[in-house]
C-alpha cells in the first residue's frame, strides 16, 4: 500500500547508509545534550537532523517512506545513535518504533494521513492503562498514561487500553484474555501534563499525559499483540515485544560502549594522587577494563545472535517460535544490566573527572540507571522466559 505522491522514489536506505548516517550525528547529538536536557526533548537541531537524514524513518515499513530496517539493522543503529547521547538515542528509538507499529498495523486511511508529508512521528505508551469503548465507527479512550518518550516532536501519542463492549463490560477474546488494543491520537486531544523531573535520560520528554473520551476511528487503533501486519518487513511479523526489544537492546549496549570508550581515553591521562603512573598503566585497572570489555561484548554477542536468529524466523516462517522471543527478551535484559555494572565500573574509576556535570561518564552514569528501572527490563523478563525454557507454560506468555 502507498501513501506518498506519485512522483519517483528513491531507494530505501541501506543498512550501511542509516549505520554511516548515525555515526555522521555524533558531533551535534552531543553538543545537543545539555540542551535538550534543559528543555526536557531533544533539541529542534537534532530532531531536523534524524528526519534529514532519514534516520527517524528507518524502522518504517517502505511503503510509508521508510528504509524497513531488519532487527538486527535496528539494534546497531539505536547503539550508534545512543552511544553519541543516550537521552536523543532513547527518544529515537521509542518514537521510531512506536511509528513503525503505527505504519505497519494501522488501517490504509490512517497511515495516508499520517505519514502523508514524511515527517510525522508517534510517542506514547502502548500499555493497556485506559479503555477503549465501542462506538460507532471506532472507540471513545480513556486513560492516565506515563512516559511519553519523545513527546516533544511527536504529531500523534499512542495510548493503549482494553477494549469495553456498548454496556461498559470487558470483550474477551477467543483465548480467554482482555481484547487490548492502541490508539494513535492528534496531539492536540490529548493533554500532556509533564512531570518529568528525574535523575537521568532528562532530554527524552517522557512526560504523563491523560486522554479524555476521545473518540478515535477504528482504522487509527490496532491490536496490541498483532502479528499480522497490513504492510512492512518479516519482522511485524513476530509482535511488538521483540521490535521493542531491539529499542532497549541497542539502547543499553550504545550507552555501555560509550562508557568504556570514555574511562579507555581517560586512563591514559589520569593519574589519581598518590599513584605512581596513569591508570592504563596499571595492572589492576587493566585487569578489569579486561573483563568489562569482555561482559560487554559477551553482552552483546547474545543480543546480535538472538535478533539474528528471530529475524531469520520471520523471513522464513512468517512467525518466531516462544523459544525465539524469549532469547530477544533475555538478552535484552541481560545486556541493561550488564550495562550497568560496567558503566558504574568506568564511573568510579573516572573519579572526579566522572562526577562533574557535563562528563559523559556522569551523562552514562545518570541515563544508565534510569533505564534499569523501565518494566520492559524488570526481572519478571527472566521468570517468563524460563517457564518457556523449563517448558512450564501456561496460558498467556508475555513475549
Same mark, same amino acid.
Given at each position: 500500500?502507498?501513501?506518498?505522491?506519485?512522483?519517483p522514489?528513491?531507494?530505501?536506505?541501506?543498512?550501511?547508509?542509516?549505520?554511516?548516517?548515525a555515526?555522521?550525528?555524533?558531533?551535534l547529538?552531543?553538543d545537543?545534550?545539555e540542551?535538550?536536557?534543559?528543555?526536557?526533548?531533544?533539541s529542534q537541531?537534532?530532531v531536523?537532523?534524524l528526519?534529514?537524514?532519514?534516520l527517524?524513518?528507518?524502522?518504517?515499513?517502505? !511503503?510509508?517512506?521508510?528504509?524497513? /530496517?531488519?532487527?538486527?539493522?535496528?539494534?546497531?543503529l539505536f547503539e &550508534?545513535?545512543s552511544?553519541?547521547?543516550?537521552s +536523543?538515542?532513547?527518544?529515537?528509538?521509542a518514537c521510531?518504533?512506536?511509528?513503525?507499529?503505527? /505504519?505497519?498495523?494501522?488501517?490504509?486511511?490512517?497511515v %495516508?494521513e499520517? =505519514? !502523508?508529508?514524511?515527517?510525522?512521528?508517534?510517542a506514547?505508551?502502548?500499555?493497556?492503562?485506559?479503555?477503549?469503548?465501542?462506538?460507532?465507527g471506532?472507540?471513545?479512550?480513556?486513560g492516565? @498514561?506515563?512516559?511519553?518518550?519523545?513527546?516533544?516532536?511527536?504529531a500523534?501519542?499512542? %495510548?493503549?487500553?482494553?477494549v469495553?463492549?456498548a454496556?461498559?463490560?470487558?470483550? =474477551?477474546g477467543?483465548? *480467554?484474555?482482555?481484547e487490548?488494543r492502541v490508539?494513535?491520537?492528534?496531539?492536540?486531544?490529548v493533554?500532556l501534563?509533564?512531570?518529568?523531573h528525574?535523575?537521568?535520560l532528562?532530554?527524552?520528554?517522557?512526560?504523563?499525559y491523560?486522554?479524555?473520551?476521545v473518540?478515535?476511528? +477504528?482504522?487509527?487503533?490496532?491490536?496490541?499483540?498483532?502479528?499480522?501486519?497490513?504492510?512492512?518487513?518479516a519482522?511485524?511479523s513476530? *509482535?511488538?515485544m521483540?521490535?521493542?526489544?531491539?529499542?532497549? /537492546?541497542?539502547? /543499553?549496549?550504545?550507552?555501555?560502549?560509550r562508557?568504556?570508550?570514555?574511562?579507555?581515553?581517560?586512563?591514559?591521562v589520569k593519574?589519581r594522587m598518590?599513584a605512581s603512573?596513569?591508570?592504563?598503566?596499571?595492572?589492576?585497572?587493566?585487569?578489569?577494563f579486561?573483563?568489562?570489555t569482555?561482559?560487554?561484548r559477551?553482552?552483546?554477542?547474545?543480543v546480535?545472535?538472538?535478533?539474528?536468529?528471530?529475524q531469520?524466523a +520471520? &523471513?522464513?516462517?512468517?512467525?518466531a517460535?516462544?523459544?525465539?522471543k524469549?532469547?530477544?527478551?533475555?538478552s535484552?535484559?541481560?545486556?541493561?544490566?550488564?550495562?550497568?555494572d560496567?558503566i558504574?565500573?568506568c @564511573?568510579?574509576?573516572?573519579?572526579?573527572?566522572?562526577?562533574?556535570?557535563?562528563?559523559?561518564l556522569?551523562?552514562?552514569?545518570?541515563d544508565?540507571?534510569?533505564?534499569?528501572?523501565?518494566?520492559f527490563v524488570?526481572d519478571?523478563?527472566y &521468570?517468563?522466559?524460563?517457564?518457556?525454557?523449563?517448558?512450564r507454560v501456561? *496460558? =498467556?506468555v508475555?513475549l
Open positions: 500500500m502507498a501513501v506518498s505522491s506519485s512522483a522514489q528513491s531507494a530505501p536506505l541501506t543498512a550501511d547508509e542509516l549505520l554511516d548516517r555515526r555522521s550525528l555524533r558531533q547529538l552531543g545537543e545534550a540542551v535538550s536536557d534543559r528543555s526536557s526533548h531533544m537541531p537534532v531536523d537532523a528526519f534529514d537524514s532519514g527517524m524513518t528507518a524502522a518504517l515499513p517502505q !511503503a510509508c517512506g521508510g528504509a524497513e /530496517a531488519d532487527l538486527v539493522t535496528q539494534v546497531l &550508534e545513535l552511544a553519541a547521547e543516550p +536523543a538515542g532513547w527518544s529515537h528509538m521510531a518504533t512506536s511509528t513503525a507499529f503505527a /505504519a505497519a498495523f494501522m488501517g490504509d486511511d490512517a %495516508a499520517m =505519514f !502523508a508529508d514524511g515527517r510525522s512521528v508517534a506514547g505508551q502502548f500499555a493497556p492503562r485506559g479503555s477503549f469503548q465501542k462506538v460507532d471506532g472507540y471513545r479512550v480513556s492516565e @498514561y506515563g512516559f511519553a518518550s519523545g513527546s516533544g516532536h511527536a500523534y501519542i499512542m %495510548a493503549g487500553g482494553v469495553l463492549d454496556a461498559g463490560e470487558m470483550v =474477551f477467543d483465548d *480467554g484474555m482482555p487490548m490508539a494513535a491520537i492528534p496531539r492536540d486531544e493533554a501534563t509533564g512531570g518529568w528525574v535523575l537521568g532528562q532530554g527524552t520528554g517522557s512526560q504523563d491523560s486522554v479524555d473520551d473518540f478515535v476511528p +477504528a482504522g487509527r487503533t490496532f491490536e496490541l499483540f498483532s502479528e499480522s501486519p497490513l504492510r512492512g518487513g519482522q511485524f513476530v *509482535g511488538i521483540p521490535m521493542t526489544s531491539a529499542g532497549h /537492546a541497542g539502547w /543499553a549496549l550504545g550507552v555501555c560502549r562508557a568504556l570508550e570514555e574511562i579507555a581515553s581517560l586512563a591514559k593519574q598518590g603512573d596513569v591508570l592504563a598503566a596499571q595492572q589492576l585497572f587493566q585487569k578489569e579486561g573483563e568489562r569482555a561482559q560487554f559477551s553482552a552483546r554477542a547474545y546480535l545472535s538472538s535478533f539474528e536468529a528471530i531469520a +520471520a &523471513e522464513a516462517d512468517g512467525s517460535t516462544l523459544e525465539l524469549a532469547d530477544v527478551r533475555v535484552t535484559t541481560h545486556a541493561t544490566r550488564v550495562a550497568a560496567v558504574l565500573w @564511573y568510579r574509576l573516572g573519579g572526579g573527572d566522572a562526577l562533574r556535570d557535563g562528563h559523559p556522569q551523562r552514562c552514569m545518570r544508565i540507571l534510569a533505564g534499569t528501572q523501565h518494566i524488570d519478571s523478563t &521468570e517468563t522466559a524460563s517457564q518457556v525454557w523449563l517448558d501456561e *496460558g =498467556f508475555f
